[in-house]
């Protein structure tokens, strides 16, 4: 369909108001609160819009009445599958209020998370979602000096400065660590990543070190591994740990995981060299991502409610954003389950005979380290 433009080029409400024979006033009208103009005349405001292929431009009506209609999202990391069900969520959430959204990174960096800001800010958005509790505080005194409301997402704290939905990440690494103690296992491996600006990690860590309290036990710095949310870098830590001298005198029979990138290249790693999960090793990871009911075997997890906390921060964004008087939003805390699949198993007590699979996985290594 051909259609008309003002010379210009872009069609504007001059000429949809021309078109469906009505004044611009009530184009205006329309676009900002259709509700209150007739159904017969939105009906042809709409097929003129369509006709000369106008498109409203949110941020000159933005000039009046502050609102954009887009909200910012800042997420440490879109590398991977972490927080893909949450953008999805939230971004579903936010069209159906006729909203959009912008996305930024910031690779776990304080100083790169400011500057993310400075721009969104010039963008001039209505709020922002933000991921965790530790934020630089050149950033939030930017968003609190021009009133721009802030949601943090992910995790849940009762004492959070600020409005906040998530999980409980320290009860979701209880969950697993808690799962492998009450099978037996005692000889548990740890692997975490750095906790800088990771709240979550943090969180989780505390989680975990808490559950192994309660059994009279604690982690010891061998058992404690850093590795970063990456599969490729998950295997090849969890492949220097299968084949170092330690591992060839004392195994350990569990290994819990920051998350289940972590857990995924663990498996891909036992796999890679012979041990049979969960007969010779137990592994759990944290979050219930994509492909971890597929894998084989299908990974015991904690499933955090990803999509439900997308779609619960954009809600109170929207709402604390349209709040013509102060709005103090009620933060929001999501249950996370157990997901109890086939890589873990119960281990037999100290002094039961080791299993053939068992033996021979340990001697296959021993002999690779000499």
């Given at each position: 369909?051909q259609?008309?433009?003002?010379?210009?080029?872009?069609?504007?409400?001059?000429?949809?108001?021309?078109?469906?024979?009505?004044?611009?006033?009530?184009?205006?009208?329309?676009?900002?609160?259709?509700?209150?103009?007739?159904?017969?005349t939105?009906?042809?405001?709409?097929?003129?819009?369509?006709?000369?292929?106008?498109?409203?431009?949110?941020?000159?009506?933005?000039?009046?009445?502050?609102?954009?209609?887009?909200?910012?999202?800042?997420?440490?990391?879109?590398?991977?599958?972490?927080?893909?069900?949450?953008?999805?969520?939230?971004?579903?959430?936010?069209?159906?209020?006729?909203?959009?959204?912008?996305?930024?990174?910031?690779?776990?960096?304080?100083?790169?998370?400011?500057?993310?800001?400075?721009?969104?800010?010039?963008r001039?958005?209505?709020?922002?979602?933000?991921?965790?509790?530790?934020?630089?505080?050149?950033?939030?005194?930017?968003?609190?000096?021009?009133?721009?409301?802030?949601?943090?997402?992910?995790?849940?704290?009762?004492?959070?400065?600020l409005p906040?939905?998530?999980?409980?990440?320290?009860?979701?690494?209880?969950?697993?660590?808690t799962?492998?103690?009450?099978?037996?296992?005692?000889?548990?491996?740890?692997?975490?990543?750095?906790?800088t600006?990771?709240?979550?990690?943090?969180?989780?860590l505390?989680?975990?070190?808490?559950?192994?309290s309660?059994?009279?036990?604690?982690?010891?710095?061998?058992?404690?591994i850093?590795?970063?949310?990456?599969?490729?870098?998950?295997?090849?830590?969890?492949?220097?740990?299968?084949?170092?001298?330690?591992?060839?005198?004392?195994?350990?029979?569990?290994?819990?995981?920051?998350?289940d990138?972590?857990?995924?290249?663990?498996?891909?790693?036992?796999?890679?060299?012979?041990?049979?999960?969960?007969?010779?090793?137990?592994?759990?990871?944290?979050?219930?991502?994509?492909?971890?009911?597929?894998?084989?075997?299908?990974?015991?997890?904690?499933?955090?409610?990803?999509?439900?906390?997308?779609?619960?921060a954009?809600?109170?964004?929207?709402?604390?954003?349209?709040?013509?008087?102060?709005?103090?939003?009620?933060?929001?805390?999501?249950?996370?389950?157990?997901?109890?699949?086939?890589?873990?198993?119960?281990?037999?007590?100290?002094?039961?005979p080791?299993s053939?699979?068992t033996?021979?996985?340990?001697s296959?290594?021993?002999?690779?380290?000499?």
């Amino acid at each position: 369909m051909q259609r008309h433009r003002s010379r210009k080029g872009t069609p504007g409400i001059v000429e949809v108001a021309a078109r469906a024979g009505v004044s611009p006033a009530t184009v205006s009208r329309f676009y900002n609160d259709p509700e209150i103009v007739r159904v017969e005349t939105r009906q042809r405001i709409m097929e003129a819009a369509a006709h000369l292929g106008y498109i409203r431009d949110r941020l000159a009506g933005g000039l009046h009445n502050r609102a954009s209609g887009t909200m910012g999202l800042v997420v440490p990391t879109i590398s991977n599958t972490i927080f893909s069900q949450l953008i999805e969520a939230f971004s579903s959430r936010l069209q159906l209020h006729d909203r959009t959204m912008l996305i930024a990174s910031n690779n776990y960096n304080e100083a790169l998370e400011v500057s993310i800001i400075q721009s969104l800010l010039e963008r001039r958005i209505d709020g922002v979602a933000l991921i965790g509790h530790e934020h630089a505080p050149e950033a939030l005194d930017m968003l609190s000096v021009r009133d721009v409301p802030v949601v943090t997402l992910w995790s849940y704290r009762e004492a959070s400065a600020l409005p906040c939905v998530g999980a409980d990440h320290a009860a979701a690494a209880n969950k697993v660590t808690t799962h492998l103690l009450e099978q037996g296992h005692r000889d548990i491996t740890f692997i975490f990543p750095d906790l800088t600006l990771n709240d979550r990690a943090s969180d989780r860590l505390r989680g975990a070190r808490a559950a192994m309290s309660r059994y009279g036990l604690s982690i010891p710095d061998n058992r404690l591994i850093r590795c970063p949310y990456d599969v490729t870098r998950a295997k090849a830590v969890a492949e220097s740990l299968f084949l170092s001298p330690s591992f060839s005198t004392r195994v350990p029979t569990a290994v819990v995981c920051g998350n289940d990138v972590i857990a995924h290249g663990v498996m891909y790693a036992a796999h890679r060299h012979k041990l049979r999960i969960p007969d010779d090793i137990s592994v759990v990871g944290i979050g219930d991502f994509p492909g971890s009911a597929d894998i084989e075997p299908g990974l015991t997890t904690v499933r955090l409610p990803a999509r439900r906390i997308g779609e619960a921060a954009a809600d109170m964004l929207i709402a604390m954003s349209q709040a013509d008087t102060e709005h103090v939003p009620v933060s929001l805390c999501l249950e996370t389950a157990l997901v109890n699949r086939q890589s873990t198993r119960a281990h037999s007590m100290p002094g039961a005979p080791k299993s053939a699979n068992t033996a021979s996985a340990e001697s296959a290594l021993l002999k690779s380290t000499t």
